[in-house]
């Protein structure tokens, strides 16, 4: 069973994101940045590379713009805005966001428009959708991963589909509320790269946001900064 959606569900994807929580206990909460002046500093864009070997994954892409190992979901490219809000430019909240529907990008005609993902539930339903998703916190102007070191965060996917989710949320808490997830692995394999995987099971839990089941879901990508962060 597979059901596909369109541009508007993408609006209340971005305006439920709005509202994600933190991570699990893990969490590291950078303290904030007085913002008195804007920054010289601009926030990185980012690519995005779902692996094509992906029969174990819950979270399927939709294959196209492959370099032949992964299915590549590059910033500016066939409606994707992809970006690491690490400085003060604009929130410098360390999020690590992807948007498949993109209303700012200026590439909408290419064939592949909107990119999709395919989400297989466990009990074999299907939903085909394009996505907006934020991972929290991987750097800021106050917190970084070092290379080499993997920490939990939170992840969110928006689901632009009917009743069953608007979201997948890899995380224990949710806006300050306990839930049935849990977050995912994020390793820093290098100064501009960042790979993110759901836990092995049972611990990869996603809470199916609003309607309240949690499923074991696999999910896992790679993030790619248009330039080396500290």
Same mark, same amino acid.
């Not at 500016?76 to 966001?97: H, P, R």
């Not at 299907?126 to 996505?131: C, H, I, K, P, V």
């Not at 992840?155 to 839930?179: D, K, N, Q, Y």
């Given at each position: 069973?597979?059901?596909?959606?369109?541009? +508007?569900?993408? !609006?209340?994807? &971005?305006?439920?994101?709005?509202?994600?929580?933190?991570?699990? /206990?893990?969490?590291?909460?950078? @303290?904030?940045?007085?913002?008195?002046?804007?920054?010289? /500093? #601009?926030?990185?864009?980012?690519?995005? $590379?779902? @692996?094509?070997?992906?029969?174990? !994954?819950?979270?399927?892409?939709?294959?196209?713009?492959? /370099?032949?190992?992964?299915?590549?979901?590059?910033?500016?490219?066939?409606?994707?805005?992809?970006?690491?809000?690490?400085?003060?430019?604009?929130?410098?909240? =360390?999020?690590?966001?992807? =948007?498949?529907?993109? @209303?700012?990008?200026?590439?909408?005609?290419?064939?592949?428009?909107?990119?999709?993902?395919?989400?297989?539930?466990?009990? =074999?339903?299907?939903?085909?959708?394009?996505?907006?998703?934020?991972?929290?916190?991987?750097?800021?102007?106050?917190?970084?991963?070092?290379?080499?070191?993997?920490?939990?965060?939170?992840?969110?996917?928006?689901?632009?589909?009917?009743?069953?989710?608007? =979201?997948?949320?890899?995380?224990?808490? $949710?806006?300050?509320? +306990?839930?049935?997830?849990?977050?995912? !692995?994020?390793?820093? #394999?290098?100064?501009?790269?960042?790979? &993110?995987?759901?836990?092995?099971?049972?611990?990869?839990?996603?809470?199916?946001? +609003?309607?309240? @089941?949690?499923?074991?879901?696999?999910?896992?990508?790679?993030?790619?900064?248009? $330039?080396? !962060?500290?």
């Amino acid at each position: 069973m597979s059901r596909h959606s369109s541009g +508007p569900a993408i !609006l209340i994807i &971005v305006a439920a994101m709005a509202c994600i929580g933190t991570d699990d /206990d893990a969490f590291v909460v950078a @303290p904030g940045s007085p913002m008195l002046a804007k920054s010289t /500093d #601009t926030d990185p864009t980012a690519t995005y $590379r779902f @692996p094509l070997a992906d029969a174990s !994954l819950n979270i399927k892409s939709d294959g196209a713009f492959s /370099d032949g190992t992964y299915s590549v979901f590059a910033n500016g490219v066939c409606g994707v805005e992809a970006k690491i809000f690490a400085t003060a430019d604009l929130s410098n909240s =360390g999020d690590a966001t992807l =948007g498949t529907n993109g @209303p700012r990008s200026r590439d909408r005609s290419c064939p592949a428009y909107p990119r999709r993902f395919t989400v297989v539930f466990p009990d =074999g339903i299907t939903e085909t959708t394009a996505s907006f998703s934020n991972l929290r916190e991987i750097e800021n102007t106050t917190y970084t991963i070092p290379v080499g070191s993997t920490v939990k965060r939170a992840f969110h996917m928006g689901v632009a589909t009917s009743a069953r989710c608007e =979201g997948l949320v890899w995380s224990a808490i $949710r806006t300050g509320t +306990p839930i049935p997830g849990d977050s995912v !692995l994020v390793t820093r #394999t290098a100064v501009d790269s960042w790979h &993110v995987q759901s836990q092995p099971a049972p611990n990869n839990r996603a809470y199916c946001w +609003p309607n309240g @089941p949690s499923y074991n879901m696999a999910v896992e990508f790679t993030i790619t900064s248009s $330039r080396a !962060l500290p």
